[in-house]
């Protein structure tokens, strides 16, 4: 039976272009992405997160799914879940 502790997705750490990595919460991460999300155009997104009415709902998509999002040539917007505590 797998460990619960295997599917919490309390922390992530964050790498974006030209900025040192960061260490954020689900919560942090989730406004990061509600950041970026405002400031792209809906033709822009992919796909899958066009069906989506609330840019709530497309960042929650995203963490649940992904763990990179294009940002446009060049530049890249990549997370990764991690455990801080054994």
């Known amino acids: 039976m ?6 919490q997705q309390d ?6 272009t030209d900025q040192p990595e960061q260490f954020l919460t689900g919560d942090e ?8 999300l ?6 822009d ?4 997160l066009q069906k989506f009415d609330s840019v709530n709902a497309q ?3 995203l963490i649940d799914t992904s763990c990179e999002l294009d940002v446009g040539p060049g530049k890249y917007l990549q997370w ?4 801080l505590e054994k």
């Open 38 to 43: 405002q400031k792209m155009s809906n033709q």
């Open 2 to 7: 797998p460990d619960s502790l295997m599917y």
């Open 80 to 83: 990764y879940a991690i455990r």
């Open 59 to 61: 960042a929650k998509y």
């Open 29 to 36: 991460l989730l406004d990061k992405l509600k950041l970026v």
């Open 45 to 48: 997104l992919p796909t899958d």
């Open 11 to 16: 922390n992530f750490v964050v790498l974006e």
